[in-house]
């Protein structure tokens, strides 16, 4: 599982193959804009620190992967960088936010004993099915709310299966299928990956 990085309350955003956004990290220092990522690019030691890590046969990287990327457009924009460029954009910052960087990796690294774990497909099912009966319940709230009576309303309703006992308090919805052991089914893979649950 990819972990999460949080440095002042801001999460660092990742790509999939580890490398962490400079503008997450940028908010996280304060984000002035003497401290801005195009500022540090053109810093003379990181490009000859980029050029070390870009040579073949670092070992400090993994295979194939690349030290910096751009990516224009969409909500992931951003600079991401490898962990060692991280660490460099940090102490270029200033010490107690180099620290503060460093100790943040240091304890993701112990607590999981490496930042390189993929997420495993299981999660992304278990995820896809929590987003989409997420957006039924919103999708139902907001016809119930605002137009009770419109036929998407009653073509919603006909999807669900609801208790109709007069001697319960409210109704209790199902959606199709069945929600109720999908969720069973999430948390058990869930409490098996972690002991948090």
């Known amino acids: 599982m990819q972990n999460i990085v949080s440095i ?11 490398l962490y956004s400079l503008n997450d990290l940028h908010k996280a ?42 990516i224009k457009g969409g909500n992931n924009s951003g600079t991401f ?3 060692e460029l991280v660490i460099h954009y940090a102490m ?7 620290l503060q960087v460093i100790q943040t990796f240091l304890n ?18 278990h995820l896809a099915k929590m987003t989409r009966y997420a957006g039924k319940l919103w999708q139902f709230q907001n016809l119930m709310c605002q137009s009770p009576n419109s ?4 073509t919603m309703l006909n999807e669900l299966v609801y208790s109709t006992n007069i001697n319960e308090t409210g109704f209790l919805f199902i959606f199709k299928p069945n ?17 948090v649950i």
């Open 29 to 70: 220092s304060g984000g002035e804009d003497k401290h801005a990522p195009r500022r540090w690019l053109q810093n003379q030691q990181t490009d000859e620190l980029i050029a070390e890590l870009s040579k073949d046969g670092n070992s400090s990287l993994d295979k194939n992967q690349q030290v910096i990327q751009v």
């Open 108 to 125: 993701t690294v112990e607590n999981s004993g490496s930042l390189n774990k993929p997420l495993p497909p299981e999660y992304f099912t």
């Open 151 to 154: 036929e998407q309303a009653k």
């Open 81 to 83: 960088v490898c962990k």
């Open 8 to 18: 002042q309350n801001i999460t660092i955003r990742q790509t999939a193959d580890n």
């Open 92 to 98: 270029w910052i200033s010490p107690k936010f180099s």
């Open 179 to 195: 929600l109720k052991a999908d969720i069973q089914q999430a948390v058990d893979w869930l409490h098996t990956q972690s002991q």
